[in-house]
């Protein structure tokens, strides 16, 4: 029942709150989301090859510009579905917060490095269409995905950014690749030269050790004792924080962002794709993560907020727009979209479901994806401020694919699954030397080991098929974990 003043709007999933209202509670989506969204970029933008970055400080700043338009737009199509008859619509109509996917990160980081980054963006438009079709055939391909597969993808996922996010936390890989190099020198008895020397320098400095550990500390204590927005906003209240400090220890040139627009429209096509077939195929598989990473999501929001399962229209519109917002974003020169986790657990807490609140937010996303300065400031952070906070988010990922095996249930069948899938699908893609032996077709799919691990689990999955047994084990570690949630 809708009070005088509208304030009830904002547990009802259509109509128009006051702005005094919706806005703030749209704005809290955008903090909690805000540096998550930019991450991927960043960590991207760190890799060096050969002593540089395999991206540019302007393509840099340009990504996180768009990656804020991207998100922006992508959560407006889910919220308000673009209809194609009557059966079929792109976006789910639910409260869904858009942002750029950590679950590419691993992939994306050693396709960038081998092929560059145009490569990567025409593989981000092409592999979509995986994402297209499994959103149009939701019902019959979900059985070949269960709890089991996804949460091994996971484990590996978060397994291979932890050592990311350490990296980061020291000084980023400019930093660590120059101290590998003076090392090196230092074996040979050869001079160091001096632009090696003054990068190695910082790689476990005190300034950037003191600087990660500050950001850490404050969100952790934000964590602990933070309550309402001081809660949320944990993670770009502690790089704010860091930033500053960075900043007093002389750690932060701002030449890029000063020499930036103020207002800036985003071009299309600015970072030109080009399209390879090696790059586009281990891509594919990352897509069938994704789109069950959302599928995930959307069940979590309508459970927790109408008490419900999300319908196979909801969920096929969602996993749809998921694709087709990737192939927007890597068109306007960045990386791909996906369903924020973080966003349906505000949902889930405050049962706030209005989409006009959170259509708000998503215009702020827009509107600073127009004005470059705000991504040039962001570009500028120091690599030690953003592994603060990526360090624990990393870790969180893989602790989000041990819950799903948890879910699963620990069977011998199971047990027996995931043996297979990290004794053969991680430890040997693990291995690149063994990997460079093995024939064509075998060397693609263990080239990357989070392809791997989803090839292995599902084929694991399809020759070892649940017994009743199996699943009543799920079913009872289920309503066990129900159980202790209301406690």
């Given at each position: 029942m809708e009070t005088k003043n509208g304030k009830d709007l904002i547990y009802q999933l259509e109509g128009r709150p006051p702005l005094g209202l919706a806005f703030p509670l749209g704005l809290q989506?955008?903090?909690?989301?805000?540096?998550?969204?930019?991450?991927?970029?960043?960590?991207?933008?760190?890799?060096?090859?050969?002593g540089s970055t395999v991206i540019t400080a302007a393509q840099k700043v340009l990504m996180v510009q768009c990656a804020m338009f991207a998100s922006g737009m992508t959560t407006l199509v889910q919220l308000y579905p673009l209809r194609l008859g009557r059966s079929f619509q792109i976006g789910a109509g639910l409260p869904i917060v858009m942002g750029t996917a950590f679950a590419f990160v691993p992939t994306m980081r050693t396709l960038v490095t081998e092929y560059g980054i145009n490569a990567l963006l025409g593989a981000i438009i092409v592999a979509s269409l995986v994402e297209v079709i499994m959103g149009l055939f939701i019902k019959p391909l979900k059985k070949f995905f269960p709890p089991i597969v996804?949460?091994?993808?996971?484990?590996?996922?978060?397994?291979?950014?932890?050592?990311?996010?350490?990296?980061?936390?020291?000084?980023?890989?400019?930093?660590?690749?120059?101290?590998?190099?003076?090392?090196?020198?230092?074996?040979?008895?050869?001079?160091?030269?001096?632009?090696?020397?003054?990068?190695?320098?910082?790689?476990a400095s005190w300034q950037n050790l003191l600087t990660g550990g500050t950001v850490f500390v404050v969100i952790m204590c934000l964590q602990r004792f933070g309550r309402g927005m001081f809660k949320i906003s944990a993670i770009l209240i502690g790089i704010v924080v860091g930033y500053i400090l960075s900043i007093i220890l002389g750690q932060v040139d701002f030449t890029q962002a000063a020499a930036a627009k103020i207002i800036s429209v985003p071009v299309p096509?600015?970072?030109?794709?080009?399209?390879?077939?090696?790059?586009?195929?281990?891509?594919?598989?990352?897509?069938?993560?994704?789109g069950l990473e959302t599928m995930g999501?959307?069940?979590?929001?309508?459970?927790?907020?109408?008490?419900?399962?999300?319908?196979?229209?909801?969920?096929?519109?969602?996993?749809?727009?998921?694709?087709?917002?990737?192939?927007?974003?890597?068109?306007?020169?960045?990386?791909?979209?996906?369903?924020?986790?973080?966003?349906?657990?505000?949902?889930?807490?405050?049962?706030?479901?209005?989409?006009?609140?959170?259509?708000?937010?998503?215009?702020?996303?827009?509107?600073t994806g127009f004005i470059p300065k705000i991504g040039a400031v962001f570009a500028a952070m120091p690599s030690s401020v953003l592994g603060g906070a990526v360090i624990t988010v990393f870790a969180m990922i893989m602790l989000n694919g041990i819950k799903l095996l948890a879910k699963a249930g620990f069977s011998d069948r199971n047990l027996l699954i995931l043996a297979i899938t990290f004794g053969v699908g991680f430890a040997i893609g693990d291995n690149k030397l063994l990997v460079s032996h093995l024939p064509a077709a075998l060397g693609w799919v263990f080239k990357?080991?989070?392809?791997?691990?989803?090839?292995?689990?599902?084929?694991?999955?399809?020759?070892?098929?649940?017994?009743?047994?199996?699943?009543?084990?799920?079913?009872?570690?289920?309503?066990?974990?129900?159980?202790?949630?209301l406690k």
């Open positions: 989506h955008v903090l909690s989301m805000f540096i998550g969204n930019l991450a991927p970029v960043l960590v991207l933008a760190g890799i060096v090859v050969d996804i949460g091994a993808v996971l484990i590996t996922i978060g397994l291979h950014l932890l050592p990311v996010g350490v990296q980061y936390f020291a000084g980023g890989a400019g930093a660590e690749a120059n101290a590998a190099l003076e090392a090196g020198f230092t074996a040979r008895g050869e001079p160091i030269p001096a632009n090696v020397a003054a990068m190695a320098a910082q790689y096509l600015s970072i030109r794709p080009t399209f390879s077939l090696e790059v586009i195929l281990p891509l594919a598989f990352i897509y069938v993560v994704s999501n959307i069940n979590g929001i309508t459970m927790a907020a109408f008490d419900r399962e999300a319908t196979i229209k909801e969920t096929s519109g969602a996993v749809v727009a998921d694709a087709a917002g990737s192939m927007f974003a890597a068109v306007f020169n960045t990386l791909p979209n996906t369903a924020f986790g973080q966003n349906a657990g505000i949902v889930a807490m405050t049962k706030v479901v209005n989409k006009w609140c959170i259509a708000l937010g998503a215009l702020v996303l827009i509107i990357d080991t989070t392809v791997a691990v989803c090839v292995i689990s599902v084929l694991g999955n399809l020759v070892f098929p649940a017994s009743d047994a199996d699943r009543s084990l799920a079913q009872k570690v289920q309503k066990e974990a129900a159980a202790e949630d």
